[in-house]
């Protein structure tokens, strides 16, 4: 059975914070690892990894895939009041394009 | 461009009665679809996929289940609803294994 764990289940943190979320994983026939942002609804997609040890960047978000190790992380510098948020972790294995999701980090950001 | 399409956004039905959800996409053909269920502030847990009309991949026993009778519709049945099936439905599609998934606005059911 696929398995995809995040940690920490949950985080507060002061404005400026970095933060590093966590997301291991145990599937078959790993495909990729991506990264969503959940505020209100639909979730809306960071990045999507599938060499290890390449970060991918995007303004303060970064995230690098360790392979080897099976686990990925997120981080967040400079945290600001928008960060706040569920961060999901995704893996899509298989050959049939499954793409299972882990238990998120839900993200406080405190003035 | 891509979109999807879900509904309804809010449902509230008996415990008992039938649920059908609807999702549709367009402007892609041959996507992969997906099913999951979202407790409060919780992950996503896969309920069903699918890369094909009538190809349904169920990854957990339950109450529900679903269909894709058009190549873009993907629809999420039950016959009797249980208190336990409240939560958050969202759907999902890709266009090939290896790329970003894509969520429709989602579905918060409460069986009452």
């Known amino acids: 059975e696929d398995k995809v764990v995040q940690s920490p289940l949950s985080l507060v943190v002061h404005e400026g914070d970095t933060v590093t979320l966590n997301c291991s994983y145990e599937?078959?026939?790993?495909?990729?690892l991506l990264w969503y942002k959940q505020e209100k609804k639909a979730p809306t997609f960071l990045f999507m990894l599938?060499?290890?040890?390449i970060e991918k960047k995007s303004g303060r978000l970064s995230s690098i895939l360790d392979k080897k190790e099976l686990f990925s992380i997120l981080n967040i510098t400079a945290t600001q009041t928008g960060d706040s948020a569920i961060y999901l972790c995704?893996?899509?294995?298989?050959?049939?394009?499954?793409?299972?999701f882990g238990t998120g980090t839900r993200l406080q950001v405190t003035l | 461009s891509q979109t999807i399409h879900q509904w309804p956004a809010t449902l509230v039905q008996p415990v008992g009665s039938p649920l059908s959800l609807e999702c549709t996409v367009e402007?892609?053909?041959?996507?992969?679809l997906y099913w999951y269920r979202q407790a409060a502030g919780r992950g996503l847990q896969l309920l069903f996929y699918s890369v094909g009309i009538g190809q349904i991949s169920s990854e957990v026993p339950q109450n529900l289940s679903a269909s894709r009778p058009q190549d873009r519709q993907f629809i999420l049945s039950s016959k009797k609803l249980l208190l336990s099936d409240s939560g958050f439905y969202l759907c999902?599609?890709?266009?090939?294994?290896?790329?970003?998934?894509?969520f429709g606005q989602g579905t918060r059911l409460t069986v009452v």
């Open positions: 599938t060499s290890s040890g």
């Open positions: 995704a893996v899509g294995s298989g050959t049939a394009s499954k793409l299972t």
């Open positions: 999902a599609w890709r266009a090939l294994s290896n790329t970003e998934a894509f």
């Open positions: 599937v078959t026939n790993f495909r990729s």
């Open positions: 402007g892609t053909s041959n996507p992969n």
